[in-house]
């Protein structure tokens, strides 16, 4: 079972930048594949990014590439995603998720099994 907790969220001005951090329980995150996903107010839950158990994979959506930068500190149990230049076309619900130990980097979130409660990122115009 891993617990996840985002923070990080709030409100910025287009331009601005925020790092967003998700905890995870259990000594085996350094196991788990981790991914970013946001869902915007009436849209669906999109992919943002993701890294696999070792940090040697890497994948960001084309909306965010050379924007925002995922990375992992297995000895703190915590993956971050660091957004610079934001657009108020980021503004969503950001959540973290975790595989279920398979450890590869995924896009698709069928892929990945624990979920956190997200973070709300607002981006002003």
């Known amino acids: 079972q891993v617990q996840l907790v985002e923070s990080g969220g709030g409100l910025v001005e287009a331009g601005d930048s925020l790092r967003l951090s998700c905890a995870a329980s259990?000594?085996?995150?350094?196991?788990?594949?981790m991914g970013w996903f946001r869902q915007a107010p009436g849209k669906e839950r999109e992919f943002v990014s993701a890294i696999s158990w070792s940090g040697g994979t890497i994948y960001h959506a084309d909306s965010v590439k050379g924007r925002f930068t995922i990375s992992r500190n297995n000895a703190k149990n915590t993956v971050y995603l660091q957004m610079n230049s934001l657009k108020p076309e980021d503004t969503a619900v950001y959540y973290c998720?975790?595989?279920?130990?398979?450890?590869?980097?995924?896009?698709?979130?069928?892929?990945?099994?624990?979920w956190g409660q997200g973070t709300q990122v607002t981006v002003s115009s």
């Open positions: 259990g000594r085996t995150f350094s196991r788990y594949a």
């Open positions: 998720a975790a595989d279920r130990g398979v450890g590869y980097a995924s896009k698709n979130q069928l892929d990945y099994h624990y």
